[in-house]
């Protein structure tokens, strides 16, 4: 039974301890979306580099170098090792609150549209808020792995770790970014979830979460705005329902097959952050229906595959591995859902990048990093299958 057992697992999971294992169907999905995201930006910003920047190359060369810098920092991620991050959690989130901090000096942080959430750097500016989103992961997914029996036995391991994630979502919400608190407490109470906590408390968090977020909407006046505007757009759609009628009318127009690449009307100044945040809706006019659901379809095989890594990670009792996996894979999931969503008007406008694909250096080189210590996670497992698949063979004729 023991060599069936070894023979089935070495055909459907071959590994070789000379070569860095990949997941296949995961470096796909994730190229994939990052090739045609670069398409799309170039289609959505050339006219708007020629407008204020007279370079109609302002924006594409640009995201060419924030491509290039992500998948070099992937490269770097893929390559360190997972017990470095598991051991780093502490200090990694004293570091995100002083980031944080960092945007409110002036001189330092810079305002824009009203929001404290870029960090000046000279030659670019640096979003605070997407290095905080992993930076809560791997902290969230270290402590799950250091008291998993508290976690798992009483409410203190519920509530322990939200102490200085509580002190995270403070700052986030003075910023004010209500899209990042949102991305980043679904994640890690998902993560709680998974890894062990009990019902009633699991579900405890997400009242207390849905409260919040409902007091956080409701003591903010331009929150309640779009509130408003997305339950009907069209009541004010030459002001606060402006930039979801635009998108509407972008993916209506759109229908089956769009109406071809570089072809988008929405685009020309009548849609607000076609390139940005509603790259989607530029992307469903140009390539329709069909286009559209693609790239669904590529964020789901994406997810699909991150949750399988957590799996098979759990299989091979890899704490930390699989609930980072786990974690990594509901910020992708939930900020893809979100983005879309408010595409289509299903829920109100949050100003959350479309993973992989919007224009963006913060967003595209953190996502970029993910997919690297997805890559890494994969690796390791397999490694840590390798050896217990030897050690059952030396078993078996010893």
């Known amino acids: 039974m023991s060599a069936a057992l070894f023979s089935s697992a070495s055909a459907t999971l071959p ?31 050339l006219h708007i580099g020629e407008r204020f920047f007279h370079n109609i190359w302002h924006y594409p060369v640009r995201q060419f170098v924030h491509i290039v810098i992500g998948i070099m920092m992937a490269v ?47 030659v670019a500016r640096l979003q605070v808020s997407e290095i905080v989103k992993l930076i809560c992961i791997l902290y969230m997914a270290g402590f799950l792995t250091r008291h998993v029996a508290v976690v798992r036995e009483s409410i203190k391991g519920i509530f322990r770790p939200m102490l ?10 003075a910023e004010p970014d209500f899209g990042a608190t949102f991305v980043i407490s679904f994640s890690v109470v998902g993560m709680m979830f998974l890894g ?6 699991f579900a405890t968090l997400v009242i ?15 929150r309640m705005d779009r509130v408003t505007a997305f339950m009907d757009p069209w009541a004010d759609h030459l002001g606060s329902g402006f930039q979801l009628v635009q998108s509407l009318i972008a993916l209506g127009r759109g229908e089956w097959f769009g109406v071809g690449l570089g072809s988008s009307i929405q685009k020309l100044f009548y849609l607000p952050e076609a390139h940005t945040d509603f790259i989607f809706a530029v992307m469903a006019e140009e390539l329709g229906f069909v286009g559209s659901a693609s790239v669904i379809l590529l964020f789901g095989l994406l997810v699909w595959r991150v949750f ?20 990594l894979g509901l910020w992708l999931g939930l900020q893809a859902f979100v983005n879309i969503a408010v595409n289509m008007g299903a829920l109100p406008t949050k100003g959350l990048t479309l993973p992989l694909m919007s224009y963006g250096g913060s967003s595209m080189i953190i996502m970029c990093m993910v997919i690297g210590l997805l890559c890494r996670i994969h690796h390791e497992t397999q490694l840590d299958l390798e050896d217990q698949l030897k050690g059952r063979s030396l078993w078996q004729y010893a």
């Open 15 to 45: 590994v070789r301890r000379g070569r860095y294992h990949l997941d296949g169907w995961m470096v796909f999905s994730a190229v994939s979306l990052l090739a045609l995201g670069y398409v799309m930006v170039v289609s959505a910003s």
């Open 76 to 122: 770097l991620m893929a390559s360190l090792p997972l017990k470095l991050w598991e051991q780093s959690g502490p200090s990694l989130i004293l570091l995100a609150v002083a980031l944080l901090i960092l945007v409110f000096i002036p001189g330092i942080g810079v305002k824009v549209n009203g929001s404290y959430r870029w960090i000046n750097l000279g």
């Open 164 to 173: 200085p994630l509580g002190l995270v979502f403070a700052l986030l919400l």
């Open 196 to 201: 062990g906590a009990r019902l009633v408390e």
């Open 208 to 222: 207390i979460a849905i409260i919040l977020g409902v007091v956080a909407v409701a003591t903010s006046a331009y």
């Open 308 to 327: 399988q890594m957590g799996k098979a990670a759990e299989r091979l009792n890899l704490r930390f591995y699989s609930l980072l996996a786990y974690g």
